[in-house]
């Protein structure tokens, strides 16, 4: 298992359309993903868990990956939250 702090670094937020490419990235992956906030932990191949976290820019979010493909997993999922306005 792994997990990664990373910044949402988007002014608004994880808000639909890095949220969707967020989940049409971590259903590439088979190891279970996670995304950790403010004590909410949901399943990042969900967009509706994504949604549902509210969180905005400069929030400060956990990743937890579980798999064989972990590394890349959180990899991948930790450049779109940081990256993708």
């Known amino acids: 298992m792994l ?3 990373v910044t949402v670094k988007s002014t608004a937020g994880l808000h639909a359309r890095p949220a969707t490419l967020l989940v049409k ?4 992956f088979k190891s279970k993903i996670e995304i950790e906030y403010t004590g909410k932990k ?3 191949k969900t967009l509706i868990g994504i949604l549902s976290l509210g969180a ?3 929030a400060k979010v ?6 064989e493909d972990e590394t890349k997993a ?3 999922i930790g450049k779109i939250i940081e990256n993708v306005e």
């Open 3 to 5: 997990t990664k702090e």
């Open 25 to 28: 990235t971590a259903t590439t």
């Open 42 to 44: 949901i399943n990042a």
């Open 56 to 58: 905005g820019p400069g």
């Open 62 to 67: 956990k990743l937890i990956a579980d798999g």
């Open 74 to 76: 959180i990899e991948d």
